[in-house]
């Protein structure tokens, strides 16, 4: 049995409750996130609840610097059974935004997985699976968070072009299209029909990643929604603001 699923931004709320849902059916946890002795406390907690195997490392991802030794430590468990990519954080629109903060944005929201993703890669069953937590953001550019969504827009497009690579010969790989979702990143967000519940999205999120989807919207109702918003004509398109 492939030795456990690796979780890049274990801290996130959408993270959280994946790991519980894996934890209750046994599967070993690695945990990955800048916050160490938040990574313990996960993780602890998950022992105490379901008696589970699940390990920490620390990775500020933010930094900057490839994290080889995210690489090293996991070659020991090889091979992994899957991989979920969760680092994100929200960016001001550009006008509120200095260069550093738009730069760190673009790094910890899509330019850190090729690198990272392409030296893991190796590491994980070719039954197994790799799983990009994105966002409806990148579906088309909006005034509200344009540079947020053209790092996840690059973030879906990188995932699919590496499941056409591996086609067959590898895992099968998974973009999750996140639509707007009740946790710390999103608060004070106003959404029709109000922000969807992490455990729900969880829930949604392995299923589609169990089923092989090369993309899924989490959730579902965000396909017609961004149907919509993709195929509006600019001028009506120009009218909104959003």
């Known amino acids: 049995m492939a030795n456990g699923v690796l979780v890049l931004g274990a801290t996130s709320t959408i993270a959280r409750a994946l790991s519980a849902r894996w934890a209750r059916d046994g599967v070993p ?9 938040e990574l313990e406390r996960i993780a602890q907690d998950l022992r105490i609840r379901y008696g589970s195997d699940v390990s920490v490392l620390g990775c500020d991802i933010a930094a900057g610097d490839f994290p080889q030794a995210t690489v090293t430590a996991m070659g020991q468990h090889a091979p992994l059974r899957g991989i979920v ?31 990272l993703i392409e030296a893991l890669l190796p590491l994980v069953d070719r039954q197994g699976f790799i799983a990009f937590l994105s966002s409806v953001a990148g579906d088309r550019g909006r005034q509200s968070n344009y540079v947020y969504g053209a790092a996840k827009a690059a973030l879906s497009v990188y995932g699919l072009g590496l499941r056409h690579r591996l086609r067959g010969a590898g895992p099968s790989v998974t973009v999750l299209k996140l639509g707007v979702v009740d946790t710390r990143m999103s608060w004070g967000m ?17 299923r589609a990643i169990g089923a092989g989807k ?4 989490v959730p579902r109702r965000w396909a017609l929604v961004m149907a919509v918003i993709r195929h509006l004509p600019e001028p009506l398109f120009n009218l909104l603001r959003i």
């Open 29 to 37: 946890l690695h945990l990955v996130g800048r916050d160490t002795p």
């Open 85 to 115: 990519w969760a680092f994100g954080t929200m960016v001001a629109a550009a006008g509120a935004a200095d260069a550093q903060s738009l730069r760190a944005g673009a790094w910890v929201n899509f330019g850190a997985a090729p690198p």
């Open 190 to 206: 106003g959404v029709p029909g109000g922000a969807a519940d992490p455990e729900a999205v969880a829930a949604e999120v392995q």
């Open 214 to 217: 090369a993309v899924a919207y």
